[in-house]
């Protein structure tokens, strides 16, 4: 069975060439003065989606990436790997996009593509860290996801992922069509870029795609909720109640101790 895979990948700055001008004065990177590489996380993914494409002949690997324009270097190395075409989401529009709003726009213009069997991303962006982007695409997409991947076999319909635990691996399997983000597989690293693969891509072709392209979709309104940032509406805040003074129990007998847990579950506090 062939598939229809898409790549999540991001451009990030390089953090291993950090220098005096890395930080702007408001604390945010400085982008500008550091050079752009494609997510590493993300090459993991990029790897497992080229592995399925192996395993399972006719099936093509897209990558999707949002950002401005020179992103599209991070799609060309992936067409140079064996991707076989990548869309470019970029509009003065998307700038300054946070995580809910960076998956808004995403989710949207997956569903633009059109027909997927697996979405693969890496676990999270280095210059981020939050790991939010992926399982907030599949909440909107409204379909399921597992993270942490080590391994994935697909036979049909069915997805086993090899999930990866803080003290071993779990199994788990989900019917397509599905998200998955990776982690670095320790046995096979990411494939390097060929000579062949860097001829072969010119022939491939890379989308872009622009705030109007995406207005008409029916995931969501975009404009409605601001691409810069999530929205500011605050509909309930509080303050947590200050906690009390605690007790010191001395020498008490079981029975005290009893009688304080049964009280502490009364009130909720275990």
Do not use: W
Not at 1 to 21: C, E, F, H
Not at 162 to 180: A, H, N, W
Not at 201 to 210: E, N
């Amino acid at each position: 069975m062939s598939l229809k895979i898409v790549v999540l990948a991001k451009q990030v700055p390089d953090t291993r060439n950090v220098g005096k001008d890395a930080m702007k004065a408001d604390g945010t990177i400085n982008r500008a003065a550091l050079p752009a590489i494609f997510n590493p996380e993300d090459l993991n993914a990029l790897e497992q989606a080229l592995r399925l494409k192996d395993a399972h002949p006719g099936s093509t690997v897209t990558i999707l990436t949002m950002g401005p324009g020179r992103a599209a270097d991070i799609i060309r190395e992936g067409l140079f790997r064996g991707a076989d075409n990548g869309y470019l989401l970029t509009d003065r529009a998307f700038a300054g996009a946070d995580t809910l709003a960076t998956s808004y726009a995403l989710a949207t213009a997956i569903r633009k593509i059109g027909e997927y069997d697996i979405i693969i991303g890496g676990r999270q962006a280095i210059d981020g860290d939050t790991a939010q982007v992926g399982s907030q695409i599949a909440e909107k997409l409204d379909i399921p996801q597992i993270s942490y991947a080590a391994d994935v076999k697909v036979e049909g319909k069915k997805v086993t992922v090899k999930r990866m635990l803080e003290d071993g691996y779990m199994k788990i399997k989900v019917q397509t069509p599905c998200l998955i983000t990776c982690i670095k597989d320790n046995e096979t690293a990411p494939r390097y870029m060929t000579l062949n693969g860097i001829n072969d891509c010119y022939s491939r072709p890379l989308t872009v795609l622009d705030f109007e392209a995406l207005k008409d979709e029916p995931l969501i309104e975009l404009d409605t909720i601001g691409l810069k940032g999530s929205p500011t509406n605050i509909f309930k805040s509080f303050t947590p109640p200050q906690k009390g003074a605690g007790t010191i129990l001395e020498g008490a007998d079981k029975s005290t101790a009893a009688d304080l847990a049964d009280r502490l579950l009364q009130k909720h506090v275990i």
